[in-house]
């Protein structure tokens, strides 16, 4: 890996002093990698002999365990980083083929991987991280579609290619930072596939799971069906993270405010996802109040027609009541030797009938008491409905200026993005200019060379001349 650093032209530092650079390394598949800012430098110090501390008191920071935990959570960061990056600069849907996307899912799997405990099977020693995703399922029902899909994939017969499509599916779901937090939260389960120093079972484990959010913003549609999941070698490529020592500071400053303009503008995005996403749940309660709305009208419509009738049907038992009535007295006047056996029949009609209208009109309060819960049941939902729509209306309003906010930030990534191609060309020229100006001074020094030795051949002549002449 030595040719992939710049060979520096400065003398070489004293022993104390690569001894203290060499500390200051974190150590991954027997390279030596230390983090430069956002980068990786690699170095080889084959011939630096590091002496540890006799004693420790503590845990030692450089247990071999504990730095490669280290190591793989950084090049989980800068992996993560890099393709978020660079698939927000390609501004398209990422397939199988993207070198930034292959290299993170070979991270993932180093990091999956380390710790894992051996597991001794008829067939000899089996290593795979393949049942510690099969949790997820048991923990989360919506990981079922993806641990079947897995299964039926055609092609895979490995637990390991099934763990490496495992995870292309997820990221593709973006579920992946989700069911990753699900399966570390659960460390009692895992300690059957992990060591207790491994690094799911660990603090970076959790910080790598945290990361992974970042991978919601970006799109990704991966064919497995043509992969050999199987047999592919998970290598990390360190040249993709390696610092590179032509970018001037000003091409920096550049970066930096592209990058601030499209952490904003990936900012706007989901917040306006989410805009969305609540305005779509707002429209569907008011569709549902609309419907409970009119649903409650054809009840209220049923309820008058019911009061009408009933009150059409008391006023018709009055009509019988008093014809009932006049009858009797014009039969007690004609006849008023008639048998006391049919006026006692005729009242204890008249009881019936009346009785039969004191239900009618209780029943009619009934109806009126629910006429009325109705109509301040319809009041409220009114009230509500109108509270809805303004809120509805204050999101739209939220969700355009958020439109117009995109669009400013959108512009002014591209003005970003043209004044660093021109400040670019402005320092190329200038480059140029330079190299011109250097060749026209070594060209004038020649010339002065020659002039001044010509000066000493004519004066050296003109010494001559004067001797001869005396």
């Known amino acids: 890996m030595s040719d992939l650093t710049p060979q520096s032209e400065t003398p070489t530092p004293t022993t104390d002093k690569i001894t203290q650079a060499a500390r200051e390394t974190i150590y991954l598949c027997n390279f030596r990698v230390s983090v430069d800012g956002e980068w990786l430098c690699l170095r080889e110090l084959n011939d630096i002999s590091l002496t540890p501390d006799p004693e420790p008191a503590h845990e030692d920071p450089k247990d071999p365990i504990t730095i490669e935990r280290l190591n793989l959570m950084n090049m ?21 083929d993207y070198a930034p996307l292959q290299q993170f899912f070979v991270v993932m799997e180093h990091c999956l991987k380390h710790g894992l405990k051996t597991k001794k099977t008829f067939l000899g020693q089996n290593k795979s991280f393949w049942g510690a995703l099969e949790l997820v399922e048991k923990l989360t029902p919506e990981a079922g579609e993806i641990t079947a899909s897995v299964k039926d994939l055609p092609g895979l017969k490995t637990p390991l290619g099934r763990g490496r499509a495992w995870l292309r599916l997820a990221l593709m779901q973006k579920k992946l930072s989700d069911y990753m937090k699900t399966i570390i939260n659960r460390k009692d389960l895992l300690s059957e596939f992990y060591e207790p120093n491994a690094l799911m079972m660990e603090e970076e484990g959790a910080v790598i799971a945290g990361l992974l959010v970042g991978l919601n913003v970006i799109d990704a549609n991966l064919c497995m069906k043509g992969e050999d999941l199987d047999s592919q070698v998970g290598v990390i490529d360190f040249s993709m993270y390696l610092k590179d020592g032509g970018h001037t500071s000003k091409s920096a400053e550049g970066d930096g405010q592209i990058t601030a303009i499209l952490d904003q503008k990936n900012y706007v995005e989901e917040l306006n996802r989410h805009l969305s996403a609540s305005v779509n749940n707002l429209q569907a309660k008011v569709d549902a109040l609309e419907k409970s709305n009119t649903k409650l009208t054809e009840e209220l419509a049923v309820a008058n027609n019911r009061i009408i009738t009933l009150q059409e049907d008391v006023e018709r038992v009055k009509e019988e009541s008093s014809y009932q009535m006049e009858s009797s007295r014009k039969a007690s006047r004609c006849d008023s030797a008639a048998d ?34 109705m109509e301040l049941s319809m009041k409220m939902l009114e009230k509500d409905i109108c509270d809805k729509q303004d809120a509805l209306m204050e999101l739209r309003q939220q969700l355009e200026d958020l439109r117009a906010i995109n669009q400013q930030l959108s512009h002014k990534s591209q003005t970003a993005e043209s004044s660093s191609k021109q400040k670019s060309e402005v320092i190329v020229r200038l480059e140029e200019k330079v190299n011109q100006m250097t060749s026209t001074v070594k060209q004038l020094e020649n010339s002065d060379k020659h002039l001044v030795k010509q000066a000493r051949n004519l004066n050296s002549t003109a010494g001559k001349l004067l001797q001869l002449q005396q």
């Not at 993560?80 to 397939?95: C, F, M, Q, V």
């Open 340 to 373: 006391g056996q049919s006026i006692s029949e005729t009242r204890k009609q008249l009881k019936e009938e009346t009785l039969l209208r004191l239900d009618v009109e209780k029943e009619l309060e009934v109806q009126i008491g629910m006429k009325q819960e």
């Open 76 to 96: 989980a960061k800068l992996s993560i980083k890099g393709l978020i990056e660079s698939a927000l600069n390609l501004g398209r849907t990422l397939d199988s």
